[in-house]
């Protein structure tokens, strides 16, 4: 009822009228509205209500308490761009080639006809946005940033879009509004290569006098804003972002879109560029606290959510708002940057008591934070242990918004609605982890496929899981992953590589 209430509050009867004409068959009234907040590398130790304590983010615990706080929730992979792939189309990414990082050039990877999360929602009723990170390519390949860029989320299922094309540390370092960069000047076009420099343009190798951050490998490239980046850029100067003013930028849109779809169900996915490298956050962030620029974006990540909590308050839409909160893949303390990210960690634990991080097979790459609150519906104070992945926000939400899944649609993703909603600890039964290698994570046990390859990543010192022959571990009991029980436990380890192979090869592991 909230929808209909606040919207005859806001606009009257006669549009009360047109809303019931435009509306199309929706479930049920109650249907929430759907934020999901999602964060870059924010790993499973770096928020307070998962045990830091080297930063605050009151404003994540308050999200916390007044839900579920998820200790067993897994990013499809342990980098950007498959995870955002997984949960937006709800199927793994390492079914699919060139699901891997991408280069800010690259083709847009999700197929205009596939089923995707915000398509099913748009086809429920919902109006739908992305704002924020993107990173799943754009246009058809060969993109022209001065033109239409498409097809790209407008294409997919989002009705509105405020984008960050691919990182901030990858070009073009400029916001993509709808199908169009913002401020770009038309006599100043901006031109993207990711194989050679520009001539007559400064580079971070060549130019290191112009920085103001440097990096600590690669990142030599295009310099924007006195950072060095991925990739090759020229033009487009009164479009560039400003690293400081990023999390403002999209907190704006954020609300914009609130504003806009209050009176309807909306579905907004908005994706922070924070805690990713270059942690450049606003000023006012400086200094909060003692961990330097890496820290300081996790102030600003809780900033972000705390200004998005209140605007919700500020609309009325508190109590039928499902708000989720999660991670793309696990935390990465040096990644490119001299940040002073390594000098000041101090004692806090990026992966909390888990081993390893970004890139790693173990949980450190995929077990990331989620929580979930929706005052109307679910209990708040709840800590849950289902095992739950990102991937199964597809058919779980088209559960609670009444559709049917269509037998091509999101092929990896099981309904886990109760357990999202903390009505039921049991989440799934077995997940896919991916990273270098796969893992099965089965009940207590969890193997990693053999991957042999340098134990310890030298640029990030991620301990990456690798191994000449497969691991397991209980992580139940052994949640670090410190004692390997393959070589005692050879049934595990065949049941769970049978498991995995069977994953492997069916197209689809949804029931
Ligand atoms: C790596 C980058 C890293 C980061 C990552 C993607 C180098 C040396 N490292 O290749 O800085 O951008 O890609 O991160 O270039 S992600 O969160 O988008 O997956
Ligand atoms: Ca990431």
């Known amino acids: 009822m909230t929808h209909r209430r606040s919207f005859l509050q806001l606009s009257g009867g006669a549009a009360a009228a047109a809303l019931l004409k435009t509306r199309p068959a929706f479930a049920a009234d109650s249907c929430p509205n759907i934020v999901l907040i999602y964060a870059d590398d924010a790993g499973y130790g770096d928020l307070g209500c998962y045990g830091a304590t080297s930063v605050r983010t ?18 499809s992979s342990a980098t950007c761009t498959p995870s955002r792939y997984s949960m937006l189309t709800g199927e793994y990414a390492w079914r699919r080639k060139g699901t891997g990082v991408l280069p800010g050039d690259a083709r847009l990877i999700i197929e205009p006809r596939r089923p995707t999360l915000p398509g099913m929602l748009q086809q429920a009723g919902y ?27 407008l294409e997919i299922g989002f009705d509105s879009a405020f984008l960050m094309p691919a990182t901030g540390d990858r070009v073009p370092c400029v916001y993509v509004k709808d199908r169009r960069v913002v401020g770009l000047d038309p006599n100043d076009p901006i031109r993207v290569d990711y194989t050679k420099p ?44 400003k690293d400081e003013e990023m999390a403002e930028a999209f907190l704006n849109a954020g609300t914009a879109f609130l504003d806009q779809n209050r009176t309807r169900p909306f579905f907004l ?22 961990m330097g620029p890496r820290g300081d974006a996790i102030a600003e990540l809780d900033w972000t959510v705390g200004k998005l909590l209140d605007h919700l308050d500020l609309l009325g839409l508190t109590k ?4 989720l909160f999660s991670s793309d893949n696990g935390p990465v303390v040096d990644d490119g940057y001299k940040d002073d990210a390594v000098e000041k960690l101090g004692g806090h634990r990026p992966a909390g008591p ?21 005052p109307g519906r679910i209990k708040p104070g709840q800590v849950s ?37 903390g009505e039921s600890r049991s989440g799934r039964e077995w997940i896919v982890e991916h990273a270098r290698a796969l893992s099965m994570r089965k009940g207590e046990y969890k193997l990693i496929e053999a991957n042999p390859g340098q134990a310890v990543n030298p640029n990030t010192n991620t301990e990456m899981g690798s191994g000449a022959a497969p691991q397991l571990y209980r992580v139940t ?12 436990m050879p049934e595990k380890v065949q049941e769970l590589a049978g498991l995995l192979g069977k994953v492997k090869a069916s197209p689809r592991s949804r029931p």
């Open 58 to 75: 009151p404003n994540l615990d308050r999200l916390a308490q007044g839900g579920v706080r998820f200790t067993d929730a897994h990013s």
């Open 127 to 153: 109006r739908t946005g992305v704002v924020g990170k993107w990173h799943l390519g754009l246009g058809a390949g060969n993109v022209d940033w001065n033109g239409d860029i498409k097809p790209g989320p």
């Open 198 to 241: 520009f001539p007559g343009e400064p580079t971070g190798k060549a130019n290191p006098e112009l920085l103001k951050m440097h990096p600590s490998h690669g990142h030599d490239m295009a310099i924007v804003n006195g950072v060095s980046r991925i990739g090759y850029m020229t033009g487009g100067k009164a479009a560039l972002w």
């Open 269 to 290: 996915y908005f994706a922070t560029h924070d805690i990713h490298v270059p942690r450049l956050p606003n000023p006012r962030f400086a200094g909060k606290t003692s």
């Open 320 to 323: 039928n708002t499902l708000v």
């Open 354 to 374: 888990l081993r390893g991080g970004k890139y790693s097979n173990f949980e450190g790459g995929t077990r990331i934070p989620l929580l979930a609150r929706w």
């Open 385 to 421: 242990d289902a095992l739950v992945g990102q991937q199964d926000f597809f058919a779980s939400l088209a559960d609670l918004a009444g559709q049917k899944l269509g037998e091509e649609a999101a092929p990896d993703s099981f309904n886990v609605l109760p357990a999202l909603l």
């Open 477 to 488: 009991e052994d949640p670090g992953e410190r004692r390997d029980l393959a070589a005692g």
